[in-house]
T-cell receptor, first 116, second 116 residues
Framework: AQSVTQLGSHVSVSEGALVLLRCNYS??????LFWYVQYPNQGLQLLLK??????LVKGINGFEAEFKKSETSFHLTKPSAHMSDAAEYFC??????????????FGTGTQLKVEL | DAGVTQSPTHLIKTRGQHVTLRCSPI?????VSWYQQVLGQGPQFIFQ???????GRGNFPDRFSARQFPNYSSELNVNALLLGDSALYLC???????????????FGAGSRLTVL
């Protein structure tokens, strides 16, 4: 079964430092992978998605992620953290449903804290 | 353009009661999905509807039901509420059912349900 695992439930960085949030996937077929961000008391906002067109995916707000098949990873990075990046980040994999639809299976999330 | 709108934003119920949550998708989106997010966890898939037909159901008891209306809005109903049903209920819409897997879900801000 397809799934994702996020390593580190809490990550703390200094403002201006590199952000690295880890996600590993398990899939027997090429996966469709996503990163979403959730700010307090809000829904989820799409940061970026991987659909096999390119291994390095650029998203919004300066985030990017690299798909590495050899490592079954899809880690999220940002060169320089900003205070406004403090939020919870979810990695997700798309799974096809027998009824013809699809669902997202999410990881457990990583809470990013940005310190001055 | 309005995003995905959900109502109510917050509600408190007691055990055994029934609740109805409502969702209006982005204009032009024909698919609606429901997710449950328990505090501290990633969202869990409940249902997907496309063109008023159920396209998938997650591992939730029969107390959970949903439907989609001709205008593509949707309702999620939960009967015989349990304390464990306390969660943020997220609605997401997409243009199609996403059977190919790469479809992007746009989430609403959610309905926070507290069961006492």
């Amino acid at each position: 079964a397809q799934s994702v695992t996020q390593l580190g439930s809490h990550v703390s960085v200094s403002e201006g430092a590199l952000v690295l949030l880890r996600c590993n996937y398990s899939s027997s077929v090429p996966p469709y992978l996503f990163w979403y961000v959730q700010y307090p008391n809000q829904g989820l906002q799409l940061l970026l998605k991987y659909t096999s067109a390119a291994t390095l995916v650029k998203g919004i707000n300066g985030f990017e992620a690299e798909f590495k098949k050899s490592e079954t990873s899809f880690h999220l990075t940002k060169p320089s953290a900003h205070m406004s990046d403090a939020a919870e980040y979810f990695c997700a994999v798309s799974i096809r449903l027998t009824g013809g639809g699809n669902k997202l299976t999410f990881g457990t999330g990583t809470q990013l804290k940005v310190e001055l | 353009d309005a995003g995905v709108t959900q109502s109510p934003t917050h509600l408190i119920k007691t055990r055994g009661q029934h609740v109805t949550l409502r969702c209006s998708p982005i204009s032009g989106h024909k698919s609606v999905s429901w997710y449950q997010q328990v505090l501290g966890q990633g969202p869990q898939f409940i249902f997907q509807y496309y063109e008023k037909e159920e396209r998938g159901r997650g591992n939730f008891p029969d107390r959970f039901s949903a439907r989609q209306f001709p205008n593509y809005s949707s309702e999620l109903n939960v009967n015989a509420l349990l304390l464990g049903d306390s969660a943020l209920y997220l609605c997401a819409s997409s243009l199609d059912s996403g059977g190919g897997g790469s479809v992007v879900l746009t989430f609403g801000a959610g309905s926070r349900l507290t069961v006492l």
